[in-house]
T-cell receptor
Framework: AQTVTQSQPEMSVQEAETVTLSCTYD???????LFWYKQPPSRQMILVIR??????QNATENRFSVNFQKAAKSFSLKISDSQLGDAAMYFC??????????FGTGTRLTIIP | AAGVIQSPRHLIKEKRETATLKCYPI?????VYWYQQGPGQDPQFLIS???????DKGSIPDRFSAQQFSDYHSELNMSSLELGDSALYFC????????????FGQGTRLTVV
């Protein structure tokens, strides 16, 4: 069974600085997707970034980028130039080839003005 | 370790029928969230409960209702099912409300035919 581990329940960063959220996963599959979701107070799950396992190039979306290490089964999220609006819970998720989605337990990110 | 248990794992219903999904949170967790994830979509927040009271409401149709019982398990009732209700329904639990670590269940896949 796939598992997703976020070992940092809480993180904080100074506004305009860079922060990295960690995520590791366990799988025996070779083809899968990885996601980072942001959960603001509205409870909505907002997709931040997605990575296909077969792509070696790390995904990037504006200030958000990932460090995908397939062999190490690691998928960390880097947020550059942190903004107050980035404060939220962040969930790492894994989707297998049969569309099953597994979430990590989340990391609460606080932005310090 | 005990995890969030959802039942059933798979459910097939016909249009206009009723379905009930169950979620058993991790022991001592007092908060339950429900999400709906349609094909190719991000999880959408439906509703949450804290200490058996509805704490937040998202994009939950009027045909759906939910409650949290005295033992903290939760049920999502869906009536007059439509084809568009076909989705993966996730339940998550946490201790102490939003912005804390959340543990997701494996989901219930509902197919309406």
């Amino acid at each position: 069974a796939q598992t997703v581990t976020q070992s940092q329940p809480e993180m904080s960063v100074q506004e305009a600085e860079t922060v990295t959220l960690s995520c590791t996963y366990d799988t025996s599959e070779s083809d899968y997707y990885l996601f980072w979701y942001k959960q603001p107070p509205s409870r909505q799950m907002i997709l931040v970034i997605r990575q296909e396992a077969y792509k070696q190039q790390n995904a990037t979306e504006n200030r958000f980028s990932v460090n995908f290490q397939k062999a190490a089964k690691s998928f960390s999220l880097k947020i550059s130039d942190s903004q107050l609006g980035d404060a939220a819970m962040y969930f790492c998720a894994y989707r297998s080839s049969d569309e099953k989605l597994t979430f990590g337990t989340g990391t609460r990110l606080t932005i310090i003005p | 370790a005990a995890g969030v248990i959802q039942s059933p794992r798979h459910l097939i219903k016909e249009k206009r029928e009723t379905a009930t999904l169950k979620c058993y949170p991790i022991p001592r967790h007092d908060t339950v969230y429900w999400y709906q994830q349609g094909p190719g979509q991000d999880p959408q927040f439906l509703i949450s409960f804290y200490e058996k009271m509805q704490s937040d409401k998202g994009s939950i149709p009027d045909r759906f209702s939910a409650q949290q019982f005295s033992d903290y398990h939760s049920e999502l009732n869906m009536s007059s099912l439509e084809l568009g209700d076909s989705a993966l329904y996730f339940c998550a639990s946490s201790l102490g409300g939003w912005n804390t670590e959340a543990f997701f269940g494996q989901g219930t896949r509902l197919t309406v035919v």
